[in-house]
């Protein structure tokens, strides 16, 4: 695990913007530097090269009280190393949305749950993602979960989180987890997204305006926050040509944009969907990692093979990339730990714990 010098620094939190309060993080918390982009990497003030490496400790985005997640931040800091924490939120959650009702504080917890949070990652010198996991198709306590493209509703998340996070030098922030089935330019520009749910039971068709990415990021900047930007690809945040074929975003005002990739065992060729990007852009592997192998079946019915978490590993450290492991938790898989005593799951998990604690 490649180490850097890290620096005590200091965040003044931004007074909240959009919802009319004024509850704040804790203030003189220490943190790491903040980060910026230099090439194909990122640098701290002082010119050292930082990667992201760590994992993704989900649940905020399905529970507003999170699950076991305190615990989970101590091993993944202290035991595994981690350098950095993906965190998957919901903006129906962060403005105080729960199973079709809206909370009497608006959210308020669940914001000053996440303050407390971020504040013991940033006292670790740890740096932490901040994920726009979940959105609701432009319906606020509706139609919660995964969606193509993000909403009109997820400006005013990100009007409001970035306004709060504004310069924590410990803080990124992840646009939307894994945009899917548009094209490039609806990516990049925004449009009417036609949107049929996978799920025939449901039933659930959805019309509903998306800004594209390029105004998630204008509406992060207009707050004057300068931190590091993370943009999923397409095809569930995993192919990145069409950044190389004129769709890369525009970033006059901060610290640069870091593209995001899910790698997956489904996710075949990692030579023409990511890798040509690898040389002009700072890559994140957002999101990677597997489930148990099947041993006795064809090769060709299980895409599931004992060799992949240690190839997805080598293909990471040969390329120097920036990731965070899905997931810290038993029940969101593909999992790296089998129960709350933090055991690695064999398949997936020792081989993380190994890539972290490594010397």
Known sequence: MIRTALAIGLWVPSVLAGTGLCDSSPEGQTAPPPLHVAGNHLEDGSGH??????????????????????????????????????????????????KG????????????????????????????V?????????????????????????????????????NHPAVLFDLYNEPHDVTWDVWQKGGEIDERNDDPAR???????????QALLNTVRATGARNVVVVGGLDWAYDLRGILDGHALSDNQGNGVMYATHLYPWKKDWSANVTPLIARYPVFVGEVGTKPWKPGEPAHENVYTKTWAPEVIAYIQQHQLSWTAWSFHPGANPCLIQDWNYTPTPYWGAYVLEALTKP
């Open 49 to 98: 090269v930082v990667r992201l490496q760590g994992v993704n400790i989900p649940s905020l985005e399905w529970d507003p009280a999170g699950d076991h997640f305190h615990a989970s931040l101590d091993q993944a800091l202290e035991v595994w190393h981690a350098n950095s924490i993906r965190i998957p939120l919901t903006q129906d959650l962060w403005f105080g949305y729960f």
């Open 101 to 128: 009702a809206r909370a009497a504080d608006n959210g308020q917890a669940y914001r000053e749950q996440l303050d407390g949070i971020v504040q013991k990652i940033a006292e670790k010198h740890a740096y932490v």
């Open 130 to 166: 901040l994920d726009l996991h979940w959105s609701n198709g432009g319906q606020w306590g509706k139609n919660v979960g995964q969606h193509a493209m993000p909403d009109d509703n997820s400006v005013l998340f990100w009007k409001d989180v970035a306004a709060r996070y504004a």
């Open 203 to 213: 039933g659930l068709h959805l019309t509903y305006h998306s800004p594209g990415m």
